[in-house]
């Protein structure tokens, strides 16, 4: 595989459910993203990671926990969500994280019921 | 804060109509503007990175440029697989942030 894969493709959750969303990236990167997009809204950063390291929380909310065990591999666990988390949660890599261009995965697709 | 404005929000050209989109940008300490685009149930696609005003970048039918206010992305004589949304971001100072505008949607028509 090449690129940035991310897991599931959609997903539809319960506001009670927990789930997590998962990003791998096959470019040899060392810096990992979460960002939101809501329809007619920018893209939100949510969280950075260089070298396995949080170095950017954009003051998201506790009920989304990013976890990065290695800097081919970003996690984003979900609990207690609310409808407005309804949304394409898309998963970026780049070498550094200091200006060098973010390859984007193609999203989960989220659903709060 | 960081802004950053794209217009028109949509454009639909004819194929082989020739038309620029505009990205204008408010920010301190400018280091780098990229320009994406992205297709219908896709994540955005690398297109170009700029660094400094007067530079250019071309790919294909796409030429972007930079200015100290704004960055435009030509299109020449563009065909209906052009269609996408094309997105703009800037980052600045010491920050890893991109800033995103909320794009282009631009339609191609035979």
């Known amino acids: 595989e090449t690129g940035v894969t991310q897991t599931p493709r959609h997903l539809v959750m319960g506001m009670t459910n927990k789930k997590s969303l998962k990003c791998e990236q096959h470019?040899?990167?060392?810096?990992m993203y979460w960002y939101k997009q809501s329809a007619k809204k920018p893209l939100e950063l949510m969280f950075v990671?260089?070298?396995?390291?949080?170095?950017e929380n954009n003051s998201v909310p506790s009920r989304f926990s990013p976890e990065c065990p290695n800097s081919s591999h970003l996690f984003l666990h979900l609990h207690t969500l609310q409808p407005e988390d309804s949304a394409l949660y898309l998963c970026?890599?780049?070498?550094?994280?200091?200006?060098?261009?973010?390859?984007f995965g193609d999203g989960t697709r989220l659903s709060i019921l | 804060e960081d802004q950053v404005t794209q217009s028109p929000e949509a454009l639909r050209l004819q194929e082989g109509e020739s038309s620029s989109l505009n990205c204008s940008y408010t920010?301190?300490?400018?280091?780098?503007l990229f320009w994406y685009r992205q297709d219908p149930g896709k994540g955005p696609e690398f297109l170009f990175t700029?660094?400094?005003a007067g530079e250019e970048k071309e790919k294909e039918r796409l030429k972007a440029t930079l200015t100290k206010k704004e960055s435009f992305l030509h299109i020449t004589a563009p065909k209906p697989e052009d269609s996408a949304t094309y997105l703009c971001?800037?980052?600045?100072?010491?920050?890893?942030?991109?800033?995103f505008g909320t794009g282009t949607r631009l339609q191609v028509t035979l």
């Open positions: 970026a890599s780049s070498q550094g994280d200091r200006g060098q261009p973010q390859h």
């Open positions: 470019l040899g990167h060392n810096a």
């Open positions: 990671y260089n070298f396995k390291e949080q170095t």
């Open positions: 920010v301190s300490g400018l280091r780098g």
């Open positions: 700029l660094y400094s």
């Open positions: 971001a800037v980052i600045t100072g010491t920050a890893s942030k991109l800033t």
